[in-house]
Structure formats: structure tokens, C-alpha cells
């Protein structure tokens, strides 16, 4: 090792410059050579700010450029797998946002051609990158709160997304809940054998008439009889609530949330402490640093990415499960293969 | 009324001796005059640490004192029942531990004797008055978190009790989540419609085989769409793990657990703080105090007990039905008259 | 041991009927037969609460009665000295609040008689059994911090006394920061040799008119090149402020204050915990139990108090320079001998 | 003027890194256009990792450059002050890092040249940019304690630096504790008038043969009657601790150490939690980067830098003041104008 990866983003909204900021100042190991953007306005903005010489409207164009190692697809849900299929052809390593698609069968033929070109594939669930995350994760790993018996995952926005990006999210289950369902899969490192998911639209009822919900309790149970339970809101009015605990034969380990400083006035009527930091750009800053670090260290080591395609697709079949509960009324079974 | 209460106390078991020490030392509005116990030589004990002059061996004759005014129902559950329909027939008001009996039923025999007598009935939640889960309560009613939408309930003993016990305790969720189950219904002063119970038997095998759990995760579901989880564990390595928290609109209101004192010691490898106090009467300490002074008070100033039978009897239907629920896999509908 | 220790009690305020009270109803080696005060209702109050049979106006009456194995000074300061003279030449063991006296010379002459006799002396600084405190002690000594190098002391009352209190208090130092002089001998068993003081008058003006300070830094030097800080206030408006760290070469012990529980409230605008125990009587509840439980075992026992007359000594001696720094405003060199 | 800033950095040291990646990366209204180092290889390096495009191996060649608008001076303390006074007669705008000299006469010269010039100075008191900190300065001058009566100061580093870098130091109060000295003048707006200090040496012998002090107590009083306490120490083995109360008539604002990330593991020995950041680079990283956003935003919109050349004199002036009350052992009266 030691060139530099040639890499090319497409997609330059909020997450692409989030990760092309990350690449070209804090990963000298990675050479941002392009970024692509059906609003072109959009990609050359980003590339003036970020310094990135090549400016596409047409990912397809980025893609088959020869100073391109890996893409970072970071574009809409609805071109992720296509996206992937043509980066994968063309012998690129891929970097995809969450989620991978909302179709099972569109998913598997994108890892298929992924398998086949032998490129790797990271998935963006950040938040196995989060330092307290990850520090749940190892100690429950090594052993230090024993067998797990079960997991609690907090997870509330500050507010609810605007109405239209409700309408195509995919619904709570698929735009929110995914990540939980990634975090207890990253947790204890063992799959799930059935799902029971309750919801109601108690934020704001335009989400209810939009066919969705705006908070969840989600049971998960495993076949060793341990289980994880999910709460998830779509307005935490305090601020972003993204808090783990896993409780063993030996013990518990909790993470809350991190806050912008640690500080506490006293006065006569009451003590007070800072808020959570407010949203994921915050909360997940030193994370979506981490993943991206990560990747460009798996491609420059010819190393296998922590977060698989199968770590995309497993996700959202629990989301699919979660939402045949949730209509059903009832605990749904659900077989993960090996 | 201004006169002492005088109070006769059946069952000198661990409960009951902790009652007449708090009625004795510290509610000096009350005479504790007899106590009974069928074990006539630890009714003789407790008599004599805590000057209580008169000692049966017979509940009933203990009920026709002239000098009894109250009876504190401290003996097994399968002669609570009895005890207060004895009591209840005597003029006596009574205090009676939870639960009531495991059969419904018997507690609305019971509960029809009380009615019809006219006299008081106490049923032993004391967690309601506990200093944080009051406070929380209070929070919660004064509006300040706004509208509930989720309440998570975590409930742990720190080991398990022997397996004899165990055998005829009526099961975890009538033993145990009973007293959670009234938390709820104290937080948020509205019935549930929905409950799904999962179990199993990680801590101790020999629980299983005895065909009980001894870990468990309960969710609830109210008409409001409103949700509570609770999960249970008959253990937790590191001591007595009781905390609330209720999630509403406006804001959360959270209860940790408290410990036996308020310090951190920093070293090389880490920053170290003491664990929680290790069972239910160094936790609830308080709690049982202010249940017998709020009971006392009632008496005295002839107003309703804050826990009445109805508070004694619906955390007996959850529970029933948490068992059904967790028999059959399938979550169970629950109507519970206004 | 196995008989009951008769004890009596001379002062029948605050101090006293608390811990009448502790003695009466949760230390059952204890027998209070006997309650002094020159107020008589005073006394004849607390005996009636406290079922205590022989109330007397005269100390002396007290101390006589045959009855009394071993008697509480809780009278005004200005009575210690002469109490402890007449309680030892009676051969009573004896219990005394502190301070001593404001004079070591008659700080000397009490403690002589004391010796003399042979009695046990118990002084009466409650702060050494409060639990945090004592963990803090206990981890210095086990040597878990390594060498201590410094010690600081937060000690801030709610309110201030009424300046008539001020007026005979004998100055902030001897009536408050003793307390803490205690206290950092308790913690690290050492004496120090220089002392620096400094003070004002910011809660309130009238203190200063009245010859006193209500907010104080004191510096303690230690032979051993360690140093102490003490900083008190007469009025945190928060509540009873009362905090200690050691820091050593292997690390450092901190106690905070206690809540009435453990309990955080989110909202849009912060998180808010509560407020410390209020005041002493809260906040060393248990540090009184124990110091008269430490006590009793003692005579029982026949092993020497914890709390010595000359540890009764030494924070008057450390008071007394303290203020000569203030007066001076220059530090003070302090010869303890060994 | 809208323009970036030309900026050239003198020192290539591990600080002038810091800045440069800051500057280059975070900070688009800045253009570092050269970097200056006797050490030229140094220079290159970080020439190179930041995209500088002019290496100086002679300060006064980049002072000369043109396209300098501004320097940073990073050198060590003994070039501080001829190259501001280089600078400022050249016309450039000057960050300087901490201490601008030990002698108060030299520190008067530069300060002169500064002012005849009309050229913009910031010494490189990073703390006050610190989030926690700064939340503390901001609830003192918003009025939320009241009137400040005591702030108290600790500040330990981890690990003591190389004894080579101690004896050319300054002295632990020039050093170390010269940033406490600016935080309480930060944090109260207001000027001390007496000073008493104690050191020793308790960590490491050799500091204290090479005539300098390892641990500290130093205590400040002001003309209205208030104090500060700060408390040094050159080995916390827990890591970097920096903390500071400020208490007042009205309140108390305390800011405690950062962590990593907020988890708490609970086992059957012990409830643990993480260690402080472990020193200035991971603890400051947020204020060095404000630091230098504030200074690039004073020259670019022509306003004056927070942390002026006085506030670079007076903490120099506190630490010679404290390093006579440690030799007298007296405390030390200092005025300083207005």
C-alpha cells in the first residue's frame, strides 16, 4: 500500500459533501476525483468547495472514469442498485448509503453482481463507527457482561422529516428503524427468529394519513432466548435520544448520549445540564469520519469492509417483517440464512 | 380523629417485622398493639424487638381485638383473601400485601366484603412511593413531558430467589412484572388494551424446569397508541436495577437508580462509581416508610387510600394475561372496565 | 456485652432529641433513661416523643443518676467543658459536640479529667461516618489513590444562621471550617504545619458588621509537601453544598452530594436534575446514626471512640489559626504534637 | 473585504501543524500561503501534508512575502517578541502563541510595536474558545450565579513533559498555570490584587532538583472580596484534568471533564465509566480550531481579537507575582492598572 485511492461520489447532497469534506481533508490516503449530480449546480458547488477537479452530471460517466477506484454512491434510494450493478461491471469498489433498496430481489441481484466483479462493497451504517456504539460492541465481545439475555435501543429524532420525504421513505421500519435493526444485529452479532412491531402516529397526524407512523416499539427474539427491544420517535423534542444498553449474565453495558460539553448550573430552583447534541451531522460526526477511513482502508489493504452487502440486505428484510406485524397485528417468524 | 391508630400486624416474616419497625420507631400516629403469626415463636420475636404487647398465634383472634383498629395483611398469599374478607366483616381497615390472590375471582370476594363493610383498603405497591418514581409521576401528571407516548419500564432483582419459592410464586409475571405493571397504570393513570409477553429461562435452567421464566420482555399497548415496555430479570449481577422512564410530546422524564453514596474514583485504567443498593430494602427503604404513613393518614383522617383494591386486582388481570400471551406466542387483548 | 448501655441526654435541642431519637428507635443496645435541659418543657418534650422515663432541669441530677452508664453533651458550647469534667469524675463515658471549647487551655483541663478517669470520649464530628465520605477515607487509606498530594473541600451551607447565632458562634472558622479541619485530618491522617486564611463578608453585610466573615478559602500545607483547600460559603442557594476529592500520584477519590433521587428531566429548553439534600439534618442523616451507633458499641465493647478528645482538639487549634491568618494576612505556622 | 486571508505560519512544531491543518481544512476564508521553519525539513513536511506552497527557513522572508497577510508565531517563547515587533512593522496581522515572554519589559516592547502599527495581535489562550468553558464565562456575564464570591480552578496534565523541556520552561506557574491565570480572568472579567502561592515537588524528584515545583496551590483575591483557587498538578495518571466552578451569590456553574463517549459498564465488582480525553490535543481540538475561526474573522472583518496583547501580559505578570510568593512564602500584593 500506498497510493493514493482515486475516488468518485455521486450524489452531492447533504451526505456526498458530508463524506467529501471527511475525504479531502481528513483522509490523505483518498483523492477525490470527481462527484456527479443530476443537478449539476449541486456537483460543481460541492467541487468548488471541496477542490474536486472532475464535475459529471451523469454517474455513469464518473463511473468509467479511469482515475476512479471507488464510487460513493450517496444519490436517491431508487438508484442504489442500479448504481451498484454498473459500478461493479465497470470493476469499481463501492461505497452505498442505507438502504441498499426496498426490494429483496433487487437487492440480491445487485450483491450477485458485486460477488461476481470481486470489487468490495461497504454499507453505510455509520453507527458501528460511533465511539460509544463501538465500545458497547467490544465489551460485549469480549466476553465482559457475559451471555447477552437482552438489548434496549433508543432511537428519536429531533423532528419529524418534512411529509413529502415521509411519502418515499420507505416508512418508519425502512428509513429509521433500519439503523436500530443494524445496531442489534452489530450488538450481539447473532440473528434474529421472530418480530413484533407496534406503531401509532402520535407526532403529527399528516404522518398517520401519509400511511405511516411516527413512533414504534419493536420486540426482536432470538433463537437462544435472548431479546431486543426498539423504541423509536420521530420528535424527541430534547434533541437526538440515541442511547444502547446490553444486559448479560455478568452485567450491563450503557451508552447514552454524548452531549457538546459537559457542564451543570445550580440555582436555586434547579440543577441543569446541556442538552444532547442535536441531530445526526452532530451526534455522528466522528462516525461518519470513521466508516469512511474504514473504506478507504479496506481498498487501499485489499481488506474485507465491516459492513457487508449482506449487512445491507438483512436489515431490510427485518423492516419488511416489522411491517407485516405491524398491519397483522401479530409476531411474524423470519428465517435468516447463515 | 386525633386518637393513635391502633394496628395489629398478621405475618412476623421480613415484610412484617419491616412494617412494625416503621409503624413503632417512626409513625408515632400509630400503636402497633398485637402481631400473629401461626410461627407463634417469630410473631414472640418480632413483639419483643419492636414492644409490641400482645402476640397470637391466631390471625382471627388477632382481627377481634377491641384494641385493632387496622390490619396489616403480612402472611403467605394464599390466606390473603380470607384474611380480609375476616377482616373486613371485624369493621377493620386493612392493609393488605400484593397480590391480592392469584385467582380473580377470590380478589373480587374479597374485594366485595371490603365494599360492603365500608372499611379501608391499602394494597402494598410501595414503589408509588418511592421519591424518583413519585417524581416522576408528578412530572407526568403536572404536564410537563406533555402527552405519553412511550413508557420503558426496566425491573431486575439482583439474584433469584430460591427455587421452593420460585415453584409457588405464581409465576414471574404475577411475582415480579406485577409490581411494574402497577407502575405503569401509576405513571400514567390509563388502562392498557394489548399486551405481548415473551420469556425465557437464561439466568437459572432450574427455573425453566420448574416452568417458570426468569427473563422477560413485556409490551403494552394503550388505547391513546401510546406504548409501555417493560423487561424483567430475575438477575442482575451488579444489584437491584429499577428505573422508569416516560417519554411524552414535551419531553422525558427519566429514574435512575439511586446508590449508597455520590462517588467517582479516577484511576490509570478507569473512572469508577458504586453500584446500586443491592435489594429492595436498602432501594425501597423509603417507599415502605411512606406507604404506612400514607395508610395511617387515611385511617386517621378518614380519607381513600391512594392504591385501592381495584389497584390490587388489575395488575393481577396483566399479569394472567401476560401469561396467556406468553403460552400461546400471541399478543392478547385486555378490556378492563372503567 | 449483652446488657443494655443506660445513657443520658443533656440538651434537649435539635441535636439532642436527634439523637434521642436515633438511640430510642434503631439502636436497640441503647437504653435512654434520662433527658437533661435547663428548659424544661424542652425536656419534658423530647422525653414524651421519645418515651425517655427521667427528665431533669439540672445536668448534674443527670450525671448522678446511677442509671446513666453514659451521657450525650448537646448543651450550648460554653457547658462542654464542664460537663466532660463532671461526667469523667463521675465515671460516666461521655459523648460531646463539638467543639470542645473555643480555649485550649480548657480544652486541656476537660480532656485531663477525662483521662484521669478512665472514661471514653467520643467527639462529636459526625462527618467522619457519612457514607461517601468515609468511602473517600477508606480508598486513601487502602492506598488506592497512591500518595495523597492534595485535598480540596467544598463546604457551603444552604443559609445562613441568624446573626444572633453569628454573634456567639465563635467566627466562621470554629463554627463551620472546624468541621472540615476535621475532616481533612479524617482523610489523610496527617497534621499540617502551615495554614493560610482569607475571608469576606459577601452574603450578607450584617455578618461583617458583626466581626464575622460568611465566605472563606483556607490553604493547609502538609510536611509531606501536600497541600489542603477548604472553601466555605454561608450560603449556597442551591442547598447544602458538601464535597471532597484527594487527589494522589495513583489517582483521585471525589464525593458529591447526595439527591433525594436520582431522576432527569429532558425538556426543549434542558435537562434538569435535582437539587442536593437540603440541609445537615438531611444530608448526614445516616452519618448521625452511625456516629451514635459507633458510640454505643464502644462502651459496650470497651474499645476507644474513633473520634477523639484530642481530634476534638486539634480543628479548634487549626480554627484559631486560621484566624490569626485572616487577621494578619499572612500564613501561620502550626506545631501538632505527634 | 470578502478576500481570504493570506496567512503564513512561523514554527513547524507540533502547535504549528495544528493551526495549518485547521487553517487549510476547516477554515476557507484562510489561504496559507507559506510556512517558516529553521528546521527546514520540518517546514517541507508540513508544507507538503497541507498543500503550503511556500517554505521560508527565515522567518523574517516570510514576514516580507506579500501575500502574508497575516502570521502565526509558533517559534519558541524566546522569539516571540522580536518577531511581532518584525511583523507588526511590517505591516502583518499577528496570532501569537502563549507566553509573548517572561520578561514584562520585552513583552512591553512588542506590545508597542503592536499598537504604533495598528496591526491586529491574539495570544494563544485557547481555553477561552473551549465549549464548556466558554458556556461557564457566558452564564457568569449573563447573570445567572449572581454576583461571582469563588471560582475554583484545577488543571493537571497527564504526564509530566521531558525534564529538558522543564528547565528551559519558565517554571510550572509561566508554564502550566498561566492558562489558569487567563481562565479566571476570563471567566470574571475582572483584575486580581493579591496572590499567594505554594508548589512542591511531589510527582517526580528531578522537576524539583532542576529548580522547579511539579504540584500547586495557588490562591487569588480580588478588591471586591472574592477568590480563586487553582489547583496544578504536572501527572493526573487518569489523564488530562481541567476543570473550573464558578460560584456566586445567585448560584454555581460547573464544567467537568469531556470523554470519549458517554458509557457506563456495571458489573458484579463495579460501575465504570470512560476516562477524561487523555490531553490538550484531543480535550482542545474544538477550541484550537475556534481560536483560529475567531482571529481569521477579526482581520478579515477588521474587529478586534478577543484575547488582546494586555491579556497575554497579565497572566505573565500573575506568574512572576506567584513565583515570589513561593520563594518568600508570603502573599504577594499586585496592581494592575486599568
Same mark, same amino acid.
Given at each position: ?9 455521486? +450524489? ?12 479531502? =481533508?481528513? !483522509? ?31 454517474? #455513469?460517466?464518473?463511473?468509467?472514469? @479511469? ?8 444519490? /436517491? ?49 455509520? #453507527?458501528?463507527?460511533? @465511539? ?22 433508543? /432511537?428519536?429524532? @429531533?423532528?419529524?422529516? @418534512? ?14 428503524t ?5 445496531? =442489534? #444485529? %452489530? ?10 412491531a407496534? +406503531? /401509532? /402516529? ?14 414504534a416499539i419493536v420486540t426482536?427474539?432470538?433463537?437462544? +432466548? $435472548?431479546? =431486543?427491544?426498539i ?6 423534542? %430534547? ?13 450491563? !453495558? ?11 448550573? =445550580? ?38 469492509? $465491516?459492513?457487508?452487502? #449482506?449487512?445491507?440486505? !438483512? ?7 416489522a ?16
Amino acid at each position: 500500500m500506498s497510493e493514493q485511492i482515486g475516488i468518485g461520489i455521486i +450524489g452531492a447532497g447533504r451526505i456526498g459533501q458530508l463524506h467529501a469534506d471527511n475525504l479531502v =481533508c481528513r !483522509i490523505p490516503q483518498a483523492n477525490v476525483t470527481a462527484i456527479a449530480d443530476v443537478y449539476i449546480d449541486a456537483a460543481h458547488k460541492c467541487a468548488k468547495q471541496c477542490h474536486i477537479p472532475n464535475v459529471f452530471d451523469e454517474p #455513469r460517466r464518473l463511473i468509467e472514469d @479511469p482515475q476512479v477506484d471507488a464510487v460513493l454512491i450517496c444519490s /436517491s434510494t431508487n438508484t442504489h442498485a442500479e448504481l451498484i450493478i454498473e459500478a461493479a461491471q465497470a470493476g469499481k469498489h463501492i461505497f452505498c448509503e442505507k438502504p441498499i433498496d426496498f426490494q429483496i430481489k433487487t437487492i440480491d441481484r445487485a450483491l450477485e453482481a458485486v460477488k461476481k466483479a470481486g470489487v468490495k462493497l461497504q454499507i453505510g451504517f455509520n #453507527r458501528r463507527f460511533d @465511539p460509544g456504539f463501538k465500545h458497547a460492541r467490544d465489551t460485549v465481545a469480549a466476553g465482559k457482561i457475559g451471555v447477552p439475555h437482552m438489548v434496549r435501543i433508543t /432511537s428519536r429524532d @429531533p423532528e419529524p422529516p @418534512p411529509i413529502e420525504y415521509v411519502k418515499v421513505s420507505g416508512g418508519l421500519f425502512l428509513d429509521m428503524t433500519i439503523h436500530d435493526f443494524d445496531m =442489534c #444485529r %452489530y450488538l450481539l452479532g447473532e440473528e434474529i427468529s421472530r418480530i413484533y412491531a407496534q +406503531g /401509532s /402516529s402520535l407526532v403529527n397526524p399528516e404522518i398517520g394519513r401519509a400511511g405511516d407512523i411516527d413512533t414504534a416499539i419493536v420486540t426482536l427474539t432470538y433463537e437462544s +432466548g $435472548a431479546f =431486543c427491544t426498539i423504541d423509536n420517535s420521530r420528535q424527541a423534542v %430534547y434533541g437526538y435520544d440515541q442511547r444502547v444498553e446490553v444486559f448479560g449474565s455478568e452485567g450491563c !453495558i450503557i451508552i447514552g448520549n454524548p452531549t457538546p460539553y459537559n457542564g451543570t448550573l =445550580c440555582t436555586q430552583s434547579r440543577v441543569e445540564q446541556p442538552l444532547p447534541l442535536y441531530f445526526f451531522i452532530e451526534r455522528y460526526n466522528v462516525s461518519f469520519l470513521e466508516e469512511m477511513r474504514h473504506f478507504v482502508k479496506c481498498v487501499q489493504e485489499d481488506t474485507v469492509p $465491516a459492513v457487508s452487502g #449482506r449487512d445491507g440486505k !438483512i436489515p431490510v428484510m427485518m423492516g419488511m417483517a416489522a411491517r407485516e406485524s405491524l398491519e397483522t397485528g401479530l409476531p411474524v417468524s423470519i428465517a435468516i440464512a447463515g
